[in-house]
T-cell receptor
Framework: SQQGEEDPQALSIQEGENATMNCSYK?????LQWYRQNSGRGLVHLIL?????REKHSGRLRVTLDTSKKSSSLLITASRAADTASYFC????????????FGTGTQLKVEL | GAVVSQHPSWVICKSGTSVKIECRSL??????MFWYRQFPKQSLMLMAT?????????EQGVEKDKFLINHASLTLSTLTVTSAHPEDSSFYIC????????????FGEGSRLTVL
């Protein structure tokens, strides 16, 4: 079953703009991760935020986590056409044995 | 980052035949491997978790006799789709974690199976 719901399902922006994607989940977690998937390819790990962290940065990525609301957001700043991909949040549930449960994903399109 | 290789990247087979997909960790020992299935424009659904040297643990609703998973070594896990049918057509992705990993998974490039 899907742990996470992401919104928007699809997002289209112009190059240089910021892109924000949101993820909500249902159970308590050890950590939450964001992955990127280019069409027809495997997933690439972007960033991991632990349950006791509230914000994390990595290059042009900024992730926030609000465990009280069971939600997270991924911000990509100064987007580029190469950022076009699907983005998934994944949660490592408490007591879940390190299994990740993936959200529904956001399809991001960055246009020139 | 750690490298996971998946093979074949695509395969077409006739209904009723069996297909084997391999997942290899190239530069680390994968103590745990996960197999996912993904339908077009949808999320990944975990099928099973395999630990080296032990039987795989299947998620609810996944037929273990149909999707045979073997994790015989610390660098190789295989998924065999037995007696494949057109509804088994999908994108199958493996991921792996190893000792000392901090939670992130490393994914193979996926295998697209088309059953005619």
């Amino acid at each position: 079953s899907q742990q996470g719901e992401e919104d928007p399902q699809a997002l289209s922006i112009q190059e240089g703009e910021n892109a924000t994607m949101n993820c909500s989940y249902k159970t308590s977690i050890n950590n939450l991760q964001w992955y990127r998937q280019n069409s027809g390819r495997g997933l690439v790990h972007l960033i991991l935020i632990r349950s006791n962290e509230r914000e994390k940065h990595s290059g042009r990525l900024r992730v926030t986590l609000d465990t009280s609301k069971k939600s997270s957001s991924l911000l990509i700043t100064a987007s580029r056409a190469a950022d076009t991909a699907s983005y998934f949040c994944a949660t490592d549930r408490t007591g879940g044995g390190n299994k990740l449960t993936f959200g529904t994903g956001t399809q991001l399109k960055v246009e020139l | 980052g750690a490298v996971v290789s998946q093979h074949p990247s695509w395969v077409i087979c006739k209904s009723g035949t069996s297909v084997k997909i391999e997942c290899r960790s190239l530069d680390f020992q994968a103590t745990t491997m996960f197999w996912y299935r993904q339908f077009p424009k949808q999320s990944l659904m975990l099928m099973a978790t395999s630990n080296e040297g032990s039987k795989a643990t299947y998620e609810q609703g996944v037929e273990k006799d149909k999707f045979l998973i073997n994790h015989a070594s610390l660098t190789l896990s295989t998924l065999t789709v037995t007696s494949a049918h057109p509804e088994d057509s999908s994108f199958y992705i493996c991921s792996a974690s190893g000792r000392g990993f901090t939670g992130e998974l490393f994914f193979g490039e996926g295998s697209r199976l088309t059953v005619l």
